[in-house]
């Protein structure tokens, strides 16, 4: 039973545009909400991160939007660029836990 | 600068052979993860362990193994290697504590099983 359903599993955006990738969720003990990006050669690295305390949190370009009730959350790119081609990953994890549950991926091309 | 280093990165072995593939990292943490990465699939949780000599099955367990004899350094074995274990790994590490759940990945090991 997959956790956590994240899509599209592709997306291609111009240059300038909003990239918007989505996920959701079924454990409600889950608190703790991350998104990770990975480049290619590379391992994946925290972008930013969620918690359920509140619906939004931005960084720069880079903003999660939080539904609590209906356990699912995004992330949008705000005038997307060439440079943020790469992967994404949404997780979802249980504090105490200390593991992470994480969605397929979704590669995003940002065209110049 | 946080560091989680992995012994190769690239590894071709031949079906049956035992497989070793080493993580290292430099900050203490008491949490070290092992994952699988294939197109389509995201990341799939092998193994984990949250202290020395301490280990729990994650999602994919079947095929591997795994070693924790010094809080640095957790190992992934394969016991014999097979074409369908032919994918990307990953290791992570992360503390323990509420406020950290950041997990910090090496560059990862593709491991091709001829």
């Known amino acids: 039973q997959q956790q956590v359903k994240q899509s599209p599993q592709s997306l291609i955006v111009q240059k300038g545009g909003i990239s918007i990738i989505n996920c959701a969720y079924e454990?409600?003990?889950?608190?703790?909400f991350p998104w990770y990006q990975q480049f290619p050669g590379k391992g994946p690295a925290l972008l930013i991160a969620?918690?359920?305390?509140?619906s939004e949190k931005k960084e720069g370009r880079f903003t999660i939007s939080f539904n609590k009730s209906a356990k699912q959350f995004s992330l949008h790119i705000m005038d997307s660029q060439p440079g943020d081609s790469a992967t994404y990953f949404c997780?979802?994890?249980?504090?105490?836990?200390?593991?992470?549950?994480f969605g397929d991926g979704t590669t995003l091309t940002v065209k110049p | 600068d946080v560091k989680v280093t992995q012994s190769s990165r690239y590894l071709v072995k031949r079906t049956g052979e035992k497989v070793f593939l080493e993580c290292v990292q430099d900050?203490?943490?008491?949490?070290m993860f092992w994952y699988r990465q294939d197109p389509g699939l995201g990341l799939r949780l092998i193994y984990f362990?949250?202290?020395?000599?301490?280990?729990e099955k994650g999602d994919i367990p079947e095929g591997y193994s795994v070693s924790r004899e010094k809080k640095e350094r957790f190992s992934l074995i394969l016991e014999s290697a097979s074409t369908n274990q032919t994918s990307m790994y990953l290791c992570?590490?992360?503390?323990?504590?509420?406020?950290?759940?950041?997990?910090?990945f090496g560059p990862g090991t593709r491991l091709t099983v001829l």
């Open positions: 900050m203490d943490h008491e949490n």
């Open positions: 992570a590490s992360s503390r323990t504590g509420t406020d950290y759940n950041e997990q910090f």
């Open positions: 997780a979802a994890a249980t504090t105490n836990a200390g593991k992470s549950t």
């Open positions: 454990n409600t003990a889950f608190d703790y």
């Open positions: 362990s949250y202290d020395v000599k301490m280990k």
């Open positions: 969620i918690r359920p305390d509140v």
